[in-house]
């Protein structure tokens, strides 16, 4: 796991829109930009590119307007409120999120896995929160 840090003048979306385009196309699907562009502070568990391209066949289904609450309930499954930097993840703990999932976490040799996905890089500042990049889409919690 790597850590980043950098200035936080960018929100969440804004990062996203860089790095996590898949995700980023998703939150504007479901209409969630102006709420993560909001003050927050939220967490974002963000999956990368590459884990939306494993399940390629849900994530086409889901960007379909007729798909929207899904795709809500899965993005909202990625989200918490408030800033939990990775220092502030406890193994054992479980974490409810926006859309009122529970997210176990665990730290093994100070690797972080949240809900069986490994957080690869941890601690992206933004402007209204802090995101964690990790390996593969919550589908199984969504």
């Known amino acids: 796991m790597t850590t980043e840090k950098s200035i936080a003048t960018q929100d ?5 829109s860089g790095s ?19 003050k927050g502070p939220f967490t974002v568990f963000a999956p990368t590119d590459a884990a939306f391209t ?20 899965l993005l909202t499954a990625h989200v918490v409120s408030g800033k939990l930097m990775a220092a502030d993840l406890k193994d054992g703990s479980e974490l409810t999120t926006v859309g009122g ?17 490994h957080v690869t890089t941890a601690n992206v500042a933004a402007s209204n929160g802090v995101i964690h990049i990790i390996d593969k889409v919550l589908v199984d919690h969504a």
């Open 12 to 16: 969440i979306v804004a990062i996203a």
């Open 20 to 38: 996590a385009k898949t995700l980023a196309a998703a939150v504007t699907a479901a209409g969630l930009v102006e709420t993560l562009q909001g």
């Open 54 to 73: 494993a399940i390629q066949k849900d994530v086409d289904t889901l960007l379909k307007p007729e798909s929207k609450e899904k795709l809500v309930k």
């Open 101 to 117: 999932r529970k997210l176990k976490v665990h730290v093994q040799q100070g690797k972080v896995t949240v809900a069986g996905a």
